[in-house]
């Protein structure tokens, strides 16, 4: 018998059942997340990232693409949609749907999830929902034009339009 195959012992053997084994093998992690790729295919199991994880990535990649006015808003505590809230400009639509859309691909490459968008297509104010960090890129006519920030800004705390 080879000297690597030794130490191996067949669970089987050791008075666990298949059905043990099996459990054992099937079940994801807790921490992990099941979900299905874009196209339908087979199901496949990632780790969900924390919420200052995401948080960081979507800073460093709204700062890579040069966003601007960039609000960070913390929403624990506040309300159970998310974390973090996240509003910044781009300087025009074909900026602002370039930003989400790199934004969407770091996410999906670095945590394996797909997050959700509304408005990519139309460039004026996109919402990418990754879970526990939301984030609203606008033009800048636009983010005027809500002022989304000061439905979530402490009242002592000034906006940039104040």
């Known amino acids: 018998m080879a000297l690597g195959l030794l130490p191996f012992i067949h669970p089987l053997r050791r008075g666990r059942s298949a059905h043990d084994m099996e459990d054992k093998v099937l079940t994801p992690p807790a921490e992990a997340v099941v979900t299905a790729d874009d196209k339908g295919g087979p199901m496949a199991a990632h780790i969900k990232p924390t919420s ?37 400009s781009g300087r025009s639509t074909r900026q602002v749907a370039a930003m989400s859309e790199k934004l969407i691909d770091r996410v999906k490459h670095t945590f394996g999830f797909t997050a959700k968008v509304e408005g990519k297509d139309t460039g004026d ?20 034009f809500y002022q989304l920030e000061k439905m979530w800004l402490p009242a002592d705390k000034p906006t940039a339009t104040n």
Do not use: C, N
């Open 52 to 88: 200052k994880k995401l948080l960081a990535l979507v800073l460093s990649s709204l700062d890579d693409d040069k966003a601007e006015d960039v609000v960070q808003i913390d929403l624990r505590g506040k309300t159970e949609i998310g974390d973090y809230m996240i509003v910044a």
């Open 125 to 144: 104010w996109v919402l990418i929902d990754t879970g526990d960090v939301i984030v609203h890129i606008f033009r800048p006519e636009v983010r005027e």
